[in-house]
């Protein structure tokens, strides 16, 4: 069984996101996602160089960029900047269809001035962690780039001539976003500071969540008190530290659960759940169902 990406991403060192390319060599990704298809609706919150762009199809989620929520329903988008923290869910568990698609920065022209001047004024923007993307106007014009982008990635994109599609859209579409570029707001130190603690105590649980946690080795890592530890992680993860690592490592153990045939009993020790009987009651928590049934419901669909 292929397991999806989506569902158990892959981390970097500094726990940015590994994105899986549709081409591993033309760092462009775009997939068709359902919303019930993760774990209790709810994608893992990550980050990473790439500029993302959620096309909703139909119904709605909600959408956390830095700790902010934007409500996205059908027809509308959003662009997710570079570097910003980000995941879609929904807490009533209302379904969502919708297209996903990353793009690298690393994909256009690498002139020095085109890229600094052009690419890094839309990447850097301190005015720009996410646009809203209604489906008329100039931003419609996004949607209809986003969506042409789709079809061609949907190609053979081991293919040279289905690249030239993409980046012709690609630019379009930074080309519009350059044209709208808000007002440059002076940057907060304070937040970029915040998110440089909370990313820090992040690629610690990447790097130690087989590990037993606690709250004064996050404290230690981020260089922070408890109080401002658990302040970040609801301000911008809206879940305290403890949950954090717990539907972590949970979702971890979905790629030993559905890729491989460990028993239940080897992947609670292996991903730090003590034994298998709180993984089960862990599992069911968050996902309503055993990790038995999640097993079987996921390979026979």
């Known amino acids: 069984m292929r397991l999806d990406t989506a569902l158990c991403p892959a981390f970097n060192p500094d726990a940015s996101e590994t994105v899986a ?69 929904s807490a009533e568990h209302h379904e969502c269809e919708f297209l996903c698609i990353l793009l690298s920065p690393s994909l256009l022209p690498k002139n020095e001035w085109f890229y600094e001047n052009c690419i890094e004024r839309i990447t850097a923007h301190s005015a720009l962690p996410y646009l809203y993307l209604k489906h008329d106007g100039w931003q419609g014009e996004i949607l209809s780039d986003l969506r042409d982008i789709y079809r061609s990635c949907s190609g053979d994109m081991s293919q040279p001539s289905s690249c030239f599609p993409v980046l012709s859209s690609f630019l379009s579409i930074m080309g519009i976003l350059y044209e709208h570029l808000p007002a440059e707001e002076a940057p907060s130190s304070k937040d970029s500071l915040d998110l440089a603690i909370l990313k820090r105590m992040m690629a610690y649980v990447e790097d130690h969540y087989t590990e037993q946690i606690r709250l004064e080795d ?28 717990t ?55």
């Open 247 to 301: 539907k972590y490592r949970l979702r971890k153990s979905l790629g030993s659960l559905l890729g491989t045939e460990k028993s239940i009993t080897d992947i609670a020790g292996e991903y730090g759940f003590g034994g298998p009987s709180y993984y089960c009651e862990t599992f069911k928590k968050y996902y309503q169902v055993s990790p038995y049934s999640y097993r079987k419901l996921q390979r026979t669909s």
């Open 218 to 245: 996050l404290t230690a890592v981020g260089s922070c008190c408890k109080s401002k530890c658990s302040w970040l992680f609801k301000r911008y993860l809206r879940d305290t530290p403890v949950t954090y690592i």
């Open 21 to 89: 390319y549709n081409n591993p060599l033309f760092p462009a990704y775009a997939r068709y996602g359902i919303l019930s298809t993760y774990p209790d609706y709810s994608a893992v919150s990550h980050w990473h160089e790439d500029l993302e762009f959620i096309v909703v199809d139909k119904g709605r989620m909600t959408y956390n960029v830095n700790g902010k929520l934007i409500e996205l329903s059908a027809s509308d988008g959003i662009m997710v900047n570079s570097r910003q923290l980000h995941y879609g869910f």
